[in-house]
């Protein structure tokens, strides 16, 4: 009897630890909905024996810094893998290689400065939606990202999220290998262009999410850039600092005309000029209408009334000059006359003075004048 309890207590013993083994320590396991949860664990690395069964595999808010290819390896059928929140700088390369039916990545909010440029890369294109927002450490990592995004077999990605990374401009042709994305989040960055080719090889984009940016203007390059996107509705333009300067006459108007694809058409305001503050560009559009014809006209307006006022003050210069060379006699018996009244002034009063300082001579001129 004593024996066969004994026999239990180390059967238990030994399941349980089967079971740990079975899940890594810090995660929690649960193979009837093929998930596993490593959540605020503080870990260093990618934990090792995630069970092979796992679809949905969750690391986030750990302090992990590098991920490479040996992480993953076995897990074949992991679909969506979130690692948010886990300060990571850098991925290195073929990382995701193993993970064979990736459909969801998540590697948002943390700390890439490294991005290795075969970082993505995947054998299959499975990947369908890549999460990078707040991912990267700074605008510098972009150029590593560009070349990642590049080099990586994404071809079926359909929506990658890149807002809040603070870029400030994307190197031309960085989705160029994206041909099916459907949607692309670059709100809340610190865009100030869109140059030629910055969209290339976006056929299929349905959404861009441009808002919360730092837009002073879409010059006509970059109109054209977004004119070859064929979006429907799903342009988002709101929340630039738009300067409503003349110079915002083409974005304003092409607004007017892209009502069906922009989808925010009435949140694009002007933030300066300060008389212009609040006005949104649909109606910064009736009132720079003309805006360069009426510019140019006041210009030649003012140009003409300068040339004009300097004609006639040269004019008057001349008479001027004309008339005191007619008088140059006149004007130099003139002179001298004066000069000579002056002498006689000046001499009159200076002898005044020396009567009035010397008290003898003074007595004299009075007693003289007595
Ligand atoms: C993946 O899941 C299938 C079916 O659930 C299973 O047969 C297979 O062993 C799993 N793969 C691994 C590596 O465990
Ligand atoms: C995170 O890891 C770094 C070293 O990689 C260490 O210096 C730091 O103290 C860790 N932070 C936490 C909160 O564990
Ligand atoms: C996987 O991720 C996608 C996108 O985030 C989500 O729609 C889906 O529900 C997730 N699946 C599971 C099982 O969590
Ligand atoms: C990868 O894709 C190829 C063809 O597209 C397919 O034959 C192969 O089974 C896939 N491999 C895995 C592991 O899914
Ligand atoms: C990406 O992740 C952030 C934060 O984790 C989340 O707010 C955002 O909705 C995600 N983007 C998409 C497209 O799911
Ligand atoms: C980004 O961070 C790196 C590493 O700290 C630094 O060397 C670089 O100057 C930073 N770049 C910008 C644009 O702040
Ligand atoms: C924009 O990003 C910053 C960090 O980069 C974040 O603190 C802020 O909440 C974000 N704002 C919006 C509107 O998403
Ligand atoms: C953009 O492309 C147009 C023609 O498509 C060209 O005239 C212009 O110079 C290009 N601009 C830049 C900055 O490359
Ligand atoms: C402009 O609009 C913002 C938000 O709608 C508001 O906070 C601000 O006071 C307005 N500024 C002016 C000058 O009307
Ligand atoms: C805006 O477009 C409408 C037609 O859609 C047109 O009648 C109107 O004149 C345009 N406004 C400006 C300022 O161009």
């Not at 190197?171 to 994206?178: A, G, I, K």
């Amino acid at each position: 009897m004593l024996e066969l309890a004994q026999r239990m207590v180390l059967c238990a013993l030994v399941c349980s630890i089967y079971a740990r083994a079975s899940c890594p320590p810090g995660c929690e396991c649960s193979e009837a909905a093929h998930t596993v949860k490593c959540v605020s664990k503080e870990l260093q690395t990618i934990p090792k024996g995630i069970p092979g069964y796992t679809r949905n595999l969750f690391i986030t808010g750990n302090n992990i810094s590098r991920i490479g290819p040996t992480c993953f390896q076995g897990l074949d059928n992991v679909t969506n893998l979130s690692l948010s929140n886990n300060r990571i700088t850098e991925v290195e390369s073929n990382t995701f290689a193993d993970l064979r039916a990736l459909r969801y990545l998540d590697l948002s909010s943390n700390q890439l400065t490294a991005i290795h440029q075969e970082g993505f890369s995947m054998h299959n294109h499975t990947l369908r939606e890549l999460n990078l927002s707040r991912a990267l450490y700074n605008h510098s990592a972009v150029t590593d990202l560009a070349a990642a995004l590049r080099q990586a077999s994404l071809g079926s990605l359909q929506g990658l999220d890149l807002s809040g990374n603070g870029l400030v401009l994307l190197p031309p042709r960085t989705f160029s290998r994206l041909g099916q994305l459907r949607r692309l989040q670059l709100s809340n960055n610190s865009l100030v262009a869109i140059h030629n080719a910055t969209f290339w090889g976006l056929q299929r984009l349905e959404e861009l999410d441009l808002t919360f940016n730092a837009l002073k203007g879409v010059p006509e390059e970059g109109l054209r850039e977004l004119d070859a996107l064929p979006v429907a509705s799903g342009l988002l333009l709101g929340d630039n600092p738009f300067d409503c300067t003349c110079a915002i006459e083409p974005l304003a108007l092409w607004l007017n005309r892209s009502r069906d694809r922009v989808r925010d058409t009435e949140a694009p305001s002007c933030a300066s000029p300060a008389t212009m503050r609040n006005v949104t560009l649909l109606a910064a559009a009736t009132l720079t209408l003309r805006c360069y014809q009426r510019a140019a006209g006041a210009d030649l307006a003012l140009q003409t009334s300068y040339v004009f006022l300097g004609l006639v003050l040269g004019l008057v210069g001349l008479v001027f000059l004309f008339v005191l060379y007619l008088n140059r006699k006149g004007i130099k018996k003139r002179v001298n006359e004066a000069r000579d009244a002056c002498r006689e002034v000046w001499e009159g009063y200076h002898y005044r003075y020396e009567i009035d300082s010397d008290p003898r001579l003074s007595q004299v001129s009075s007693n003289a004048d007595a």
